[in-house]
Nanobody, 119 residues
Framework: QVQLVESGGGLVQPGGSQILSCTASGSGFLTYVMGWYRQAPGKQRELVVIITDDGRKNYAESVRGRFTISRNNAKDTIWLQMNSLGPEDTAVYYC?????????????WGQGTQVTVSS
């Protein structure tokens, strides 16, 4: 099994910045795609950004140019640098990992971390 530990989040003022991190831990796994999704109140969960093990990235149009994802494969960790935050970015942010475990590709989710953008 793979456990995901998220950190970061909290309250930030409009125009501010925040960093989220997510580390995958466990044994016998190989991570492929890692990324972030978010779910705002009353809305469906949506993709924020994903990054592959070879560094390819796919950003949602709504965050392109403001958010930056980075990854350390050796540590199975990703970071999400969020700049120019606005109220529309308020949501629970979930770490997502696609990994090979016991010969099968499986998907794992973190518990989520709340990001609130408000003055």
């Amino acid at each position: 099994q793979v456990q995901l530990v998220e950190s970061g989040g909290g309250l930030v003022q409009p125009g501010g910045s925040q960093i989220l991190s997510c580390t995958a831990s466990g044994s016998g796994f190989l991570t492929y795609v890692m990324g972030w999704y978010r779910q705002a109140p009353g809305k469906q969960r949506e993709l924020v950004v994903i990054i592959t093990d070879d560094g390819r990235k796919n950003y949602a149009e709504s965050v392109r140019g403001r958010f930056t994802i980075s990854r350390n494969n050796a540590k199975d960790t990703i970071w999400l640098q969020m700049n120019s935050l606005g109220p529309e970015d308020t949501a629970v942010y979930y770490c997502n990992v696609e990994a090979m475990v016991d010969g099968y590709t499986r998907e794992f989710w973190g518990q989520g971390t709340q990001v609130t953008v408000s003055s």
